[in-house]
């Protein structure tokens, strides 16, 4: 079974998001279901975002409450969600997505 982590990182600060809230889905032609989520430690980071053994090949979208965050701080923000989409083949992987933000941008690729 595959494993899921990202990490969030403010460049407008540069540091670590923390407090993100992060939701897990998987995505089919008829919709998405909730399969995990969590909330960025001090760090940045969220590890095991997956439910056990529900991380099977399909096609997964993690959504980053990035609104919240910014309002945390009272920094306006273009983007209120940073949504990622991407493909869990068969077999055991581990899929690493860090995504770095600001208020106006983000990026986002596979980490290891």
Known sequence: MSTLSTHVLDT???RPASGVRVLLERVDATGS???????TDP??????????????????????DVAEYFAR??????FPEVAVAFVVSAGDEHYHIPV???????TTYRGS
């Open 100 to 106: 770095l933000l600001s208020p106006f941008g983000y």
């Open 43 to 64: 760090n940045g980071r969220l590890t095991d975002i997956a439910t056990p053994n529900s991380l099977t090949a399909a096609t997964y979208r993690l959504r980053f």
């Open 73 to 78: 701080s009272g920094r306006p923000a273009l």
């Open 33 to 39: 279901v909730v399969v995990g989520g969590g909330t």
């Open 12 to 14: 407008s600060l540069g």
